[in-house]
């Protein structure tokens, strides 16, 4: 019997350890290998009927060999993958599959149609330390479909207890093109754009064209006001992350023509920062997280949220007071 | 006396036929266009559109021959090689 | 002399080629495109009438030979399941200068794709394959 590639895709879904064999030669392997699938490799010389139970799934390029295969040797029980790994493959690469987000979109507020929107959605990462490096994993994960990643910082050793995710192989590499590659391998529906520099009033409507969302995750306030009067000229909500010591902060700025940072904050040019203060790396890690759920609160429009409001966290007594800001 | 013809089905035909190769008993003396003929008999309208090159025993044939039992006759639709 | 083959291996151009000659090489690479009657297609599946492809491909080799003043053709023909990109077919035709390299190369393969028993199929996106028309 011949199954379509998203019949497969529900299959496994179903039951995640079904028998599924790849029969192809190693140059054909190698040359076009399955994404995303997990299965055992064989080949047509080496299958053995022990190999095969009931709802099997073979695959070679195209799906023709095998459904001749499965002909000749008068399988019955066993599935052909129509279109083979070529068109699997395809399906994979295509933004349509949202199967790897099942578990999200069963939350009502998220659905296909929330799903497709996030995948659609365009969000800008200024700053790639603490903060930056969880937003910009857990977005990827989410399924964000572009992802700029702007900062010209490289990576230091005392940076690595809290931005655990940079490997000591990249002491001295930039920030942005690293994290680019780390995480081109975790979700092929998601665009990355690495920018290697630092954000000034010159520069930023150049590197920000074409972002629905901006997350702050720099380490100081002369950065934020950039950001603030760049977000107010083109109307793009800002989502604000900072840190000091056991305590965090999240706002959501400029969102539908509202408040902004300015408002809040005043330019006391201080330029104190985690290097100077000090910090446990899981501080960035929890802020850094609430600002990425804000982000999808934005794209997927789910009330309530930090627009207008200031959350703070203190992470020694763990409690979380939220300020109205208006 | 019949005679046997081995008929190896490709593309259009097989489309048709649904097999990769078929036997016919033909009477003695049958001809390769009676192969063609039956074939498309066989396949109702199926291949009307479709004009044949017929080969017997792996050659072409570039007229109307005899055949022999035991031969082997391919009805060769539009070729796309290369 | 020639030297031809009709398999589903992977073609790596110029590798088995026995011998190489001095003064023109010419090499023709056919790599499958990935649009084919106007639809984007993941690749070809050749199908073949093998007994007598090899049989017409040798004929045809040794035509083109007595034809033109060449000295060696060397031809591969893939077949099977061929993904857009990969080369379906590998000439190389050698001669003491280019003119006759030319000339007998376009002959051959236009002869090539009129005469052997090779057809195409269009694997469509979604799996699906249909003979090229």
Same mark, same amino acid.
């Given at each position: 019997?011949?199954?379509?590639?998203? $019949?497969?895709?529900?299959?496994?879904?179903?039951?995640?350890?079904?028998?599924?064999?790849?029969?192809?030669?190693?140059?054909?392997?190698?040359?076009?290998?399955? $994404?995303?699938? $997990?299965?055992?490799?064989?080949?047509?010389?080496?299958?053995?009927?022990?190999?095969?139970?009931?709802?099997?799934?073979?695959? *070679?390029?195209?799906?023709?060999? @095998?459904?001749?295969?499965?002909?000749?040797?008068?399988?019955?029980?066993?599935?052909?993958?129509?279109?083979? !790994?070529? !068109?699997?493959?395809?399906?994979?690469?295509?933004?349509?599959?949202?199967?790897?987000? !099942?578990?999200?979109?069963?939350?009502?507020?998220?659905?296909?149609?929330?799903?497709?929107?996030?995948?659609?959605?365009?969000?800008?990462?200024?700053?790639?330390?603490?903060?930056? @490096? %969880? %937003?910009?994993?857990?977005?990827?994960?989410?399924?964000?479909?572009?992802?700029?990643?702007?900062?010209?910082?490289?990576?230091?050793?005392?940076?690595? +207890?809290?931005?655990?995710?940079?490997?000591?192989?990249?002491?001295?590499?930039?920030?942005?093109?690293?994290?680019?590659?780390?995480?081109?391998?975790?979700?092929?529906? *998601?665009?990355?754009?690495?920018?290697?520099?630092?954000?000034?009033?010159?520069?930023?409507?150049?590197?920000?064209?074409?972002?629905?969302?901006?997350?702050?995750?720099?380490?100081?306030?002369?950065?934020?006001?950039?950001?603030?009067?760049? *977000?107010?000229?083109?109307?793009?909500?800002? %989502?604000?992350?900072?840190?000091?010591?056991?305590?965090?902060?999240?706002?959501?700025?400029? +969102?539908?023509?509202?408040?902004?940072?300015?408002?809040?904050?005043?330019?006391?040019?201080?330029?104190?920062? *985690?290097?100077?203060?000090?910090?446990?790396?899981?501080?960035?890690?929890?802020?850094?997280?609430?600002?990425?759920?804000? %982000?999808?609160?934005?794209?997927?429009?789910?009330?309530?949220?930090?627009?207008?409001?200031?959350?703070?966290?203190?992470?020694?007594? +763990? @409690?979380?007071?939220?300020?109205?800001?208006? | 006396? #019949?005679?046997?013809?081995?008929? =190896?089905?490709?593309?259009?035909?097989?489309?048709?036929?649904?097999?990769?190769?078929?036997?016919? =008993?033909?009477?003695?003396?049958?001809? #390769?266009?009676?192969?063609?003929?039956?074939?498309? =008999?066989?396949?109702?309208?199926?291949?009307?559109?479709?004009?044949?090159?017929?080969?017997?025993? /792996?050659?072409?044939?570039?007229?109307?021959?005899?055949?022999?039992?035991?031969?082997?006759?391919?009805?060769? #639709?539009?070729? /796309?090689?290369? | 002399?020639?030297?031809?083959?009709?398999?589903?291996?992977?073609?790596?151009?110029?590798?088995?080629?026995?011998?190489?000659?001095?003064?023109?090489?010419?090499?023709?690479?056919?790599? &499958?495109?990935?649009?084919?009657?106007?639809?984007?297609?993941?690749?070809?599946?050749?199908?073949?009438?093998?007994?007598?492809?090899?049989?017409?491909?040798?004929?045809?080799?040794?035509?083109?030979?007595?034809?033109?003043?060449?000295?060696?053709?060397?031809?591969?023909?893939?077949?099977?399941?061929?993904?857009?990109?990969?080369?379906?077919?590998?000439?190389? &035709?050698?001669?003491?200068?280019?003119?006759?390299?030319?000339?007998?190369?376009?002959?051959?393969?236009?002869?090539?794709?009129?005469?052997?028993?090779?057809?195409?199929?269009?694997?469509?996106?979604?799996?699906?394959?249909?003979?090229?028309?």
């Amino acid at each position: 019997m011949n199954i379509s590639p998203k $019949k497969l895709q529900k299959l496994i879904l179903e039951n995640p350890l079904i028998n599924i064999i790849d029969l192809r030669n190693d140059n054909q392997k190698k040359n076009n290998p399955l $994404k995303n699938l $997990k299965r055992r490799d064989i080949s047509f010389e080496k299958i053995k009927d022990s190999d095969l139970n009931d709802n099997t799934i073979l695959i *070679c390029q195209f799906g023709i060999e @095998t459904e001749k295969f499965i002909i000749e040797k008068k399988l019955s029980n066993v599935y052909n993958l129509i279109g083979g !790994a070529a !068109a699997w493959n395809y399906y994979i690469s295509k933004k349509e599959d949202i199967s790897r987000y !099942a578990r999200q979109l069963v939350l009502p507020q998220v659905g296909e149609k929330g799903q497709k929107q996030i995948l659609e959605s365009k969000v800008s990462i200024i700053g790639l330390g603490g903060l930056g @490096t %969880v %937003v910009a994993q857990y977005l990827v994960g989410a399924g964000i479909g572009t992802i700029k990643l702007i900062d010209g910082d490289i990576i230091s050793l005392t940076n690595l +207890h809290r931005q655990p995710i940079y490997p000591i192989s990249s002491i001295g590499d930039s920030k942005s093109k690293t994290l680019k590659k780390i995480l081109s391998d975790v979700n092929e529906n *998601c665009s990355l754009i690495s920018y290697d520099e630092y954000i000034d009033d010159e520069n930023i409507s150049e590197i920000l064209i074409d972002t629905d969302i901006i997350v702050d995750a720099t380490d100081n306030i002369n950065s934020r006001f950039i950001i603030d009067r760049f *977000c107010k000229k083109s109307k793009i909500p800002f %989502v604000y992350g900072a840190l000091y010591k056991f305590e965090g902060q999240v706002a959501v700025f400029n +969102h539908n023509s509202g408040i902004s940072y300015s408002d809040i904050f005043s330019n006391n040019k201080i330029n104190e920062n *985690c290097n100077d203060i000090g910090i446990l790396g899981m501080l960035p890690s929890i802020i850094g997280n609430i600002q990425s759920l804000e %982000v999808l609160k934005i794209i997927l429009k789910i009330s309530p949220n930090l627009s207008e409001k200031l959350l703070i966290y203190d992470g020694l007594s +763990h @409690t979380m007071e939220k300020i109205e800001l208006i | 006396m #019949s005679i046997e013809i081995k008929v =190896k089905c490709f593309a259009h035909v097989k489309n048709a036929i649904g097999k990769d190769i078929i036997s016919l =008993k033909m009477k003695e003396n049958s001809t #390769s266009d009676d192969v063609e003929k039956m074939i498309r =008999k066989m396949t109702n309208s199926k291949l009307n559109n479709i004009s044949f090159k017929i080969a017997v025993n /792996q050659k072409y044939v570039s007229s109307n021959i005899s055949l022999n039992d035991g031969d082997e006759v391919v009805l060769i #639709s539009p070729v /796309q090689g290369g | 002399m020639i030297q031809v083959e009709i398999n589903k291996k992977i073609i790596t151009p110029f590798e088995d080629i026995d011998f190489f000659d001095l003064g023109s090489e010419l090499v023709f690479n056919g790599r &499958v495109r990935n649009i084919e009657n106007n639809q984007k297609i993941l690749g070809l599946y050749y199908e073949h009438y093998e007994e007598m492809a090899m049989k017409e491909l040798i004929k045809l080799s040794n035509e083109t030979l007595d034809r033109f003043p060449i000295r060696h053709l060397f031809c591969k023909h893939r077949v099977g399941e061929v993904l857009s990109g990969e080369v379906s077919l590998f000439v190389l &035709v050698s001669s003491s200068h280019r003119k006759e390299s030319f000339e007998a190369l376009q002959w051959f393969l236009t002869k090539l794709k009129k005469q052997l028993p090779i057809w195409k199929w269009m694997i469509l996106e979604n799996g699906k394959r249909e003979l090229v028309k």
